[in-house]
């Protein structure tokens, strides 16, 4: 008994640690909002350096309960197949299957109703455990709205869209926009 507990506290763990975890690496969102909705439009970067295929789960969040968010679609841009997703309070969650060495693509569109206060979860990042290597975001806003403030500076503003450009991204807060 003595030896089995000892093969099991020795054996799983190095076991656990030579597993390769999914790496989320990048994403590049276009964002729009007028008086009505905001949209987001997103690819996210999915990275599998292990020598095994990775089959994951991924919860996506929302700052909203999902009864007032319109998912359009969750797309496989890698392997060009829609991903059935299941709903839940706050999010929706889909699985992913990803080759060994390989990096996957895939595009989440979805909108909600405008508010004073409209938020775009950026922390969850942080449940991956590293930084994006890269991040590009682009508003469009329309002039049915005024745009008091946001909370990520943007790197500039060409024609009624803001852009942001960032590496090694590891945001401590969600992106927000206030509208007047």
């Known amino acids: 008994m003595i030896r089995l507990s000892l093969i099991l506290y020795f054996v799983i763990p190095v076991n656990l640690l ?3 975890k999914l790496e989320f690496i990048g994403e590049k969102i276009d964002f729009a909002i007028n008086s009505d909705r ?3 439009n997103g690819i996210y970067y999915f990275s599998n350096s292990s020598e095994q295929e990775i089959k994951q789960t991924i919860l996506f969040p929302f700052s909203k309960n ?3 968010v319109t998912v359009k679609r969750v797309y496989n841009l890698t392997y060009s197949e829609n991903l059935s997703f299941q709903e839940l309070e706050n999010a929706v ?3 992913i299957l990803v080759l060994p060495k390989d990096t996957v693509k895939i595009n989440i569109t979805y909108s909600q109703n405008t508010v004073k206060e409209n938020i775009y979860i950026l922390k ?3 449940t991956w455990g590293q930084a994006l290597k890269r991040a ?3 508003l469009t806003f329309d002039t049915s709205i005024q745009i008091e403030k946001l909370s990520l500076k943007p790197d500039s503003l060409e024609n009624n869209v ?3 450009k960032r590496k090694d991204f590891y945001p401590n ?3 927000r926009i206030w509208i007047k």
């Open 18 to 20: 030579a597993q390769q």
């Open 38 to 40: 905001f949209s987001i």
């Open 66 to 68: 999902t009864d007032s």
């Open 93 to 95: 969650a889909f699985k």
């Open 124 to 126: 969850s990042t942080q």
């Open 136 to 138: 590009d975001y682009s």
């Open 162 to 164: 803001y852009y942001w």
């Open 173 to 175: 807060e969600n992106f």
